[in-house]
């Protein structure tokens, strides 16, 4: 596997996967592959930094994130289903904090419902910072 920065042409492909995360997080997010990869594209050509897993040429997983000046924000992070538990997450987080989070914290934001994320954000290291609120 190889770890590599997305640009542009990976937009299409960033998108589809973003459609499976919020399937997956069951995410109230209406937006369909279209309009997210507008979104991602505004984001890559924005302030938005995004790092893929490879295997054999497939996008298996991606790092989506921006540097927020005091603290990276980890916005997305997505693991294709079939290459789950085999410790890509892992794996690709070790490797952003060993060449590109060097420097200060990273904070992500976490559904409250999704406990199987909230299980391996812990087991990694992180910890509740903030308890966002929502009516």
Not at 41 to 48: A, I, M, Q, R
Not at 63 to 75: A, K, M
């Amino acid at each position: 596997m190889i770890i590599q920065k997305a640009d542009l042409s990976d937009v299409k492909k960033l998108a589809e996967m973003n459609k499976r995360l919020i399937e997956d997080e069951n995410h109230p997010n209406p937006m369909n592959v279209q309009q997210l990869a507008r979104r991602m594209n505004e984001w890559l050509h924005g302030e938005y930094a995004c790092y893929l897993v490879k295997e054999e040429n497939n996008t298996v997983a991606y790092c989506l994130f921006r540097d927020d000046g005091d603290y990276y924000y980890l916005r997305q992070m997505f693991v294709e289903r079939e290459h789950r538990r085999k410790g890509i997450a892992t794996m690709l987080l070790d490797w952003m904090y060993r060449n590109i989070w060097t420097d200060k914290k990273v904070r992500l934001d976490v559904l409250s419902h999704n406990k199987s994320a909230i299980a391996f954000y812990e087991a990694y290291g992180f910890r509740v910072g903030c308890l966002r609120m929502e009516k």
